[in-house]
């Protein structure tokens, strides 16, 4: 009887237990399948998304991991030289005005979004902390401007304070007005250099008029200048040219950004003002040799290597001056692209030359097209950069 | 018909090396688009300065030999325009060929007959001229 008995409770221990893990299985897989079935964010056709008010946007950061060293000179004469290792690693180095080391910032990557950060003075303590990956994403310039803050207020009793460590209660430090120049070195040989300037009120494009201090970035690709940026902090106005690539100096201020983000999503920095010249040109290279960002290159087949070999594709309706993109950076290319929307308005295409008696239209915008190579005149676009340029 | 008189033959002359002068600076570009004339936009002579510098200097070199060797500076730049004109209309041709060809053919000719002039007076104040 005592072993009936024993047996019974056994039985109905196990059941129990096995009934116990069985909700709780199910009551897992329930919790998993909640996390599952999240509502996902549906955004309404046509409504653009922008970043946050104040940070830069995903490109910037894409086009920063490809810097590979930064120089930056601030007003008291410190210089931070900052770079990017094989794998991401990023180490800065910042030197006083004789030339001594002062202290070295490295940052390793620990997962998907931390970072550790090592901080090593020539004197004083050294730390390692945790970056936060809700308040910084560690880019070279962070790093440099990371290094020179925490090298002038101290390293002891840090928090965070934005995206920057420093002391706590000590003031917050604006590191943009103490930098003086900026070099950035990026990947197939582009390198823009920024300094600054003050300039005297000048016309850069019709009833457009700037002055007061400047950042000013110049572009060039193995050494040879290939294009001039400058920002207009008073007047928050962005001006530049690519000679080649751009009808002239081209101008952006909040009102032309009003339409999509409401003005300056943020504040145009040193840093940024260097990466934008580089993403200028490099994507608009990428158009001019590919037709598009994101055009595939196809291999043509054998007779066609050799008809290309000997006739390459000349595209009928490029940006500028088809067949005379020499004259591209020239007020010449005015001509040519008003030439080409009208064109496009029209509906015409190159044999409306000859076939003249096709479209009035056609033979206005052709007969335009001339008129205009004879008696070009506009504004020069020196004039952003060059000083004493008076409007 | 090239060999009927010594002046056809030398605009014969003028003429096949003019056209075969610009058709292998155009060669050269095609090859060498992307290292030597920077490598925007498609190759043609007149998509990049450098390409413009490259293709009057051999015309001019060209056409400085032909001047000493007494053949038709205009035969040279006519067959240079000429084959100017294949290359630019066995491509896609251009929104604006008209002025492309107007440009590239005042150019051509510049270049050629100042080339072919300074080569005839070389030629002629040279003492074995006679």
Request: hydrophobic content about 45%.
């Amino acid at each position: 009887m005592k072993t009936w008995m024993a047996s019974a409770v056994v039985i109905v221990v196990l059941a129990a237990g096995a009934w116990l893990k069985a909700g709780s299985a199910n009551s897992a897989a329930q919790a998993q399948g909640s996390q599952t079935s999240r509502p996902v964010q549906l955004v309404p056709a046509g409504e653009k998304q922008v970043g946050s008010p104040g940070e830069k946007g995903a490109t910037y950061y894409a086009l920063e991991a490809q810097t590979t060293r930064l120089t930056t000179r601030f007003r008291d004469g410190h210089v931070a030289v900052t770079e990017r290792g094989l794998v991401g690693d990023v180490h800065s180095t910042l030197r006083d005005l004789a030339g001594n080391d002062r202290a070295k910032l490295r940052l390793n990557r620990i997962d998907g979004g931390h970072d550790m950060v090592n901080y090593e003075p020539t004197e004083g303590s050294r730390f390692q902390a945790v970056s936060d990956p809700t308040l910084v994403k560690p880019t070279l310039d962070w790093a440099a401007r990371q290094v020179y803050g925490l090298v002038k207020d101290g390293a002891d009793n840090l928090v965070w304070d934005g995206a920057i460590m420093q002391r706590k209660n000590a003031p917050r430090r604006d590191v943009d007005i103490d930098v003086d120049t900026v070099e950035t070195n990026w990947a197939n040989g582009l390198t823009a250099r920024l300094s600054r300037s003050t300039y005297p009120r000048r016309q850069i494009s019709p009833g457009r008029f700037v002055e007061g201090p400047v950042m000013i970035s110049e572009l060039s690709q193995y050494g040879a200048p290939v294009g001039t940026g400058v920002y207009f902090e008073k007047d928050r106005v962005f001006a530049y040219t690519v000679p080649g690539f751009t009808a002239g100096a081209v101008v952006i201020g909040a009102d032309e950004l009003k339409a999509n983000y409401g003005g300056w999503p943020f504040t145009p920095d040193t840093t940024w003002l260097n990466l934008q010249m580089i993403a200028t040109y490099h994507f608009k290279t990428l158009i001019a040799k590919q037709g598009s960002v994101s055009a595939r290159i196809c291999e043509p087949s054998r007779p066609g290597l050799l008809a290309q070999f000997f006739a390459p594709t000349v595209y009928a309706n490029e940006a500028g001056c088809d067949d005379l993109h020499w004259l591209d950076g020239s007020i010449l290319r005015d001509c040519c692209d008003d030439h080409d929307r009208c064109y496009a308005k029209s509906g015409c295409d190159a044999n409306t030359w000859w076939q003249w008696w096709r479209s009035w239209s056609c033979d206005r915008c052709n007969m335009a097209v001339v008129g205009c190579f004879f008696a070009r005149a506009g504004l020069d676009d020196r004039c952003i950069t060059r000083q004493g340029c008076a409007g | 018909m090239c060999g009927v008189t010594q002046n056809a033959a030398a605009r014969c002359f003028g003429f096949a090396v003019g056209l075969l002068t610009f058709v292998a600076a155009h060669a050269i570009e095609v090859a060498k688009w992307a290292v030597w004339f920077g490598g925007a936009h498609a190759p043609w002579f007149l998509n990049s300065g450098r390409a413009v510098i490259f293709t009057l200097g051999c015309l001019f070199v060209v056409s400085l030999i032909a001047g000493i060797l007494r053949w038709s500076g205009a035969a040279l730049a006519t067959g240079a325009a000429t084959a100017m004109t294949a290359v630019l209309f066995f491509g896609e041709g251009s929104t604006i060929f008209p002025i492309v060809l107007a440009a590239g053919g005042l150019l051509i000719a510049a270049t050629s007959l100042l080339g072919s002039w300074l080569g005839s007076e070389i030629s002629r104040l040279s003492p074995h001229s006679q």
